[in-house]
């Protein structure tokens, strides 16, 4: 099978720039493609040289379109009204979406699974082994021990530029946890303590966000007892680890059939639910 040609959107970012090495270190993908907003000062650069390599004769457009139609797949860790139209592209153009943007709407997490109709679309929180691996094991962890007896907190940290809280990973780990309990985390979830708050209540999932620095990401999970506590974590020191993910994920999902998965079903871990 030759080399599957891959899209990557939000080129000249911190992301774009390391998928674009990841994809040259890679094997059995190349860059089909490299994608910037209209008006960006990167457009017509090479990709390749942009990312610190060599020239590689990829050009940076604004035409996503174009792009797509020359491609087998789109990395896509951008923002999320950028992601919606670009998972209609994807759409349009039948090939794969890899989708480890977070901080969607309900209305938005709705345009793409109307999308995945028509495209192979991988979307998670957090595109990394170490997470998704992270998620059965609190999975596991909130089914053994009740909430009567245990509390359940997520900590996590990021860079001083990230522009959603909780994180997307923090939001599919408390997925994963109220998934154990039976019962939905909008409902018990709390994202905010001020002031008099009163006593926790019993099931509530608590989310503290942390923001500063080039925190990479880093991920905690707190069952909380009496006398005793468990805590779960997970530590990010290159963004790099996404990019891999997103890139074995565009690996997996070729040749498949149109719907939504997760990291979960390329990593084979589905079946733990």
């Given at each position: 099978m030759t080399d599957m040609g891959l899209v990557v959107v939000g080129a000249a970012g911190r992301m774009g720039q390391t998928l674009?090495?990841?994809?040259?270190?890679m094997p059995g993908v190349k860059l089909a493609g490299a994608v910037e907003r209209a008006g960006s000062d990167h457009v017509g650069m090479d990709a390749g040289e942009l990312a610190g390599l060599r020239k590689i004769g990829v050009e940076i457009t604004d035409d996503p379109l174009s792009?797509?139609?020359?491609?087998?797949?789109?990395?896509?860790?951008?923002?999320?009204?950028?992601?919606?139209?670009?998972?209609?592209?994807?759409?349009?153009?039948?090939?794969?979406?890899?989708?480890?943007?977070?901080?969607?709407?309900?209305?938005?997490?709705?345009?793409?699974?109307?999308?995945?109709?028509?495209?192979?679309?991988?979307?998670?929180?957090?595109?990394?082994?170490?997470?998704?691996?992270?998620?059965?094991?609190?999975?596991?962890?909130?089914?053994?021990?009740?909430?009567?007896?245990?509390?359940?907190?997520?900590?996590?940290?990021?860079h001083r530029q990230k522009v959603d809280a909780p994180s997307g990973t923090a939001l599919l780990l408390g997925e994963a946890a109220a998934a154990a309990r039976g019962i939905e985390l909008a409902e018990h979830s709390v994202r905010v303590r001020d002031g008099h708050t009163g006593a926790r209540?019993?099931?509530?999932?608590?989310?503290?966000?942390?923001?500063?620095g080039s925190v990479v990401g880093d991920h905690s999970?707190?069952?909380?007892?009496?006398?005793?506590?468990?805590?779960?974590s997970h530590h990010a020191d290159?963004?790099?680890?996404f990019a891999r993910g997103g890139v074995k994920a565009a690996l997996w999902a070729r040749g498949r059939k149109p719907g939504l998965y997760s990291m979960r079903d390329v990593l084979g871990l589905s079946q733990t639910r």
């Open positions: 674009i090495r990841t994809i040259h270190a792009a797509f139609a020359k491609a087998d797949g789109v990395l896509d860790f951008t923002a999320p009204a950028a992601t919606v139209e670009f998972a209609g592209y994807a759409a349009q153009a039948r090939i794969v979406h890899i989708i480890g943007t977070t901080g969607f709407s309900d209305e938005q997490n709705a345009a793409i699974a109307a999308a995945a109709r028509h495209a192979t679309i991988v979307k998670s929180g957090n595109m990394s082994l170490g997470v998704n691996l992270l998620a059965v094991l609190v999975e596991q962890a909130a089914q053994a021990l009740e909430p009567e007896d245990f509390d359940i907190e997520i900590l996590e940290m990021h209540e019993t099931g509530a999932i608590g989310f503290a966000t942390l923001r500063g999970v707190i069952l909380a007892g009496t006398g005793e506590r468990i805590t779960l290159d963004r790099a680890i």
